[in-house]
């Protein structure tokens, strides 16, 4: 197998693990969190699920890209 399609593949799986995360991170602070509880006047499951999420995962993406993701030469046959 040609090693580029190893590495688009590893690749693959980690962006859609990081995905699946996201999403499962967002059910559970929505769903799991007690409506009552706030934070500065807006309910903690929203500020948990709709602004410290997306800027975890902007970070965890940046961290992914920078250490797990390889540079690929597509010029060159094989």
Do not use: D, H, Q
């Amino acid at each position: 197998m040609n090693p580029i399609v190893s590495i688009a593949r590893r690749e693959a799986l980690l962006s859609v693990l990081l995905a699946l995360l996201y999403l499962a991170l967002w059910a559970a602070c929505a769903w799991l969190v007690p409506p009552a509880l706030t934070l500065a006047g807006w309910p903690l499951w929203f500020v948990l699920s709709c602004l410290f999420n997306p800027l975890l995962f902007i970070v965890l993406c940046a961290l992914m890209v920078r250490w797990c993701f390889k540079a690929v030469n597509l010029e060159a046959s094989s």
